[in-house]
């Protein structure tokens, strides 16, 4: 049987009911959160115990990958001669770019022959990474311009997490969504509203909103000695969602509205835009006010929610998974509630809610949302990053001076060296320069001041180009700044 992450996983597996998918998505999770999140993509099977979706996990670091569960050896991609990127996606970027480096051919064709051993059949790629990190940030900017190549034969979604309130990974996060947004912005210029994308959607999940979720479940629990743990919780909970809305239209139909794969695959697939998925549980006696408060906490305060602009999206589309016998929700009041909380959300967006059928003992109501701008969240970490940006600056000013000259007049007069060998020559010959800018020091005034200035000249760094395909000019990498 395979991965039962979520209650409704455990029932379908158990009663082998998972036959079929509405679309066919391979995986990549790049980087140490996306190759978590590709592990449990990879734990998925179907009934008959065949994997769903083909995965591959990629990084820099071969540590990150020792403890993943369900991707084997032969699919875990590393790059020879790298032990991480240290949260610098620079690296990444500069070490695919064929005109910064000689061996980026290489690496690309090492990536090439491995999506097309594991790749033979999908429709659709998931590529997860962490917005923040060195290697998944990286890896994600890359991608971008190799869309540009046309490297990619299928549409993508891009799912991304967000940082909580470490100063590194928000400032990589922010300068990502930033390309991010100007790619979509170009992408609506160049592909109709009907047409398939590139890019079909963009999932982003707030890393700062399962930490604190999960702290408050904690909290409220009778066995506060129960462990939880916010990022494999919040992971399984995230993956499994997507999971269930890809196979439950495929598996699952109704005697009143059927929700339909094709369904499924438009919203994935055309829209261009933002997308969530948001999940709620309703327990018999079943009452339209209970589905309607469940329906609107779960788009506004589920694992999904970042503050989205629900009013920006184009499409929407959900389903209510029902009992047989809970005829309350063929109802026309029913009908009517589900209506209006979607045009609270989103007036505008056009789409289809049905009510497949299933024998477990309560319903589960999915509502998802796409082709939205960017969220509102990712404003306010710009807003939080700066703040944390102005305290260390405030931090900074606050310097102790303390007088050295007695302590640098005692070193300079000293000559003692313990490692000198009297005899011979030192490593590196009598010409090499030695160390400046430490207190310790014995150079000159004069020979400090040089090698200050020699410190202080910094190189022109080399721009990226788009893809080679496309002809244009190429922006300058966003990732540059960080490393000067």
């Known amino acids: 049987m395979g991965l039962s992450n979520s209650k409704v996983l455990n029932y379908m597996n158990e009663s082998g009911l998972i036959t079929d998918v509405s679309l066919?998505?391979?995986?990549?999770?790049?980087?140490?959160?996306g190759n978590k999140d590709a592990d449990i993509f990879a734990g998925y099977t179907y009934a008959d115990g065949t994997q769903i979706y083909p995965s591959l996990a990629i990084n820099f670091s071969k540590t990150d990958m020792i403890h993943l569960k369900n991707i084997p050896e032969e699919d875990r991609v590393h790059f020879e001669g790298f032990k991480g990127a240290a949260r610098t996606p620079s690296?990444?970027?500069?070490?695919?770019?064929?005109?910064?480096?000689?061996?980026?051919?290489?690496?690309?064709?090492?990536l090439v022959q491995a999506m097309e051993r594991k790749f033979e059949n999908i429709d659709h790629l998931i590529i997860c990474a962490g917005a923040g990190g060195?290697?998944?940030?990286?890896?994600?900017?890359?991608?971008?311009?190799?869309?540009?190549?046309?490297?990619?034969?299928?549409?993508?979604?891009l799912l991304l997490s967000v940082p909580i309130d470490d100063p590194t990974e928000m400032s990589n996060a922010i300068l990502l969504m930033s390309e991010l947004n100007e790619f979509k912005k170009l992408q609506d210029d160049l592909f109709g509203p009907g047409e398939e994308k590139p890019i079909g959607s963009f999932i982003i999940t707030d890393n700062k909103k399962l930490y604190t979720d999960f702290?408050?479940?904690?909290?409220?629990?009778?066995?506060?000695?129960?462990?939880?743990?916010?990022?494999?919780?919040?992971?399984?909970?995230?993956?499994?969602?997507?999971?269930?809305?890809?196979v439950i239209p495929a598996n699952f139909g109704s005697d009143n509205v059927t929700y339909d794969p094709s369904d499924f695959v438009k919203l994935i697939q055309l829209s261009g835009g933002f997308l969530s998925i948001h999940k709620a549980s309703i327990e018999a006696p079943y009452d339209v006010q209970d589905l309607k408060t469940k329906m609107k906490n779960s788009i506004s305060r589920g694992y999904f929610a970042c503050d989205?602009?629900?009013?920006?999206?184009?499409?929407?589309?959900?389903?209510?998974?029902?009992?047989?016998?809970a005829e309350i929700f063929k109802d026309v009041k029913t009908e009517q509630t589900i209506k209006q909380v979607i045009n609270e959300f989103s007036g505008t967006a056009q789409g289809k809610y049905g009510d497949p059928?299933?024998?477990?003992?309560?319903?589960?109501?999915?509502?998802?949302?796409?082709?939205?701008?960017?969220?509102?969240?990712?404003?306010?970490?710009?807003?939080?990053?700066?703040?944390?940006?102005?305290?260390?600056?405030?931090?900074?000013?606050?310097?102790?001076?303390?007088?050295?000259?007695?302590?640098?007049e005692s070193v300079k007069q000293s000559s003692f060296n313990p490692y000198q060998k009297r005899n011979g020559n030192r490593f590196g010959g009598s010409g090499a320069a030695g160390m400046g800018g430490s207190v310790f020091s014995r150079k000159t005034n004069e020979d400090a001041a040089s090698a200050s200035e020699e410190v202080a000249v910094t190189e022109e760094q080399p721009k990226k180009k788009f893809g080679s395909g496309g002809g244009q000019a190429t922006p300058a990498n966003p990732w540059a700044k960080i490393k000067k």
Not at 24 to 33: C, E, L, P, W
Not at 91 to 100: A, G, R, S, Y
């Open 91 to 110: 690296l990444v970027v500069e070490t695919f770019d064929p005109e910064i480096n000689p061996g980026a051919v290489k690496l690309r064709d090492q």
């Open 357 to 408: 059928i299933w024998h477990d003992n309560y319903a589960v109501v999915y509502t998802m949302f796409s082709g939205m701008i960017m969220p509102n969240r990712i404003v306010e970490m710009t807003k939080e990053y700066d703040a944390i940006l102005e305290k260390q600056k405030q931090v900074k000013s606050k310097e102790i001076e303390v007088n050295i000259s007695g302590a640098m």
């Open 308 to 325: 989205h602009n629900y009013d920006t999206a184009t499409m929407y589309g959900g389903f209510v998974l029902r009992p047989s016998g």
């Open 215 to 246: 702290s408050s479940k904690k909290e409220h629990r009778i066995n506060t000695d129960a462990l939880i743990s916010w990022k494999d919780q919040g992971n399984d909970a995230i993956i499994s969602t997507i999971h269930e809305a890809n």
């Open 134 to 157: 060195g290697f998944g940030t990286g890896f994600i900017s890359l991608v971008l311009g190799l869309i540009k190549e046309q490297f990619f034969p299928v549409p993508i979604t």
């Open 24 to 33: 066919r998505f391979g995986v990549i999770g790049a980087g140490q959160k």
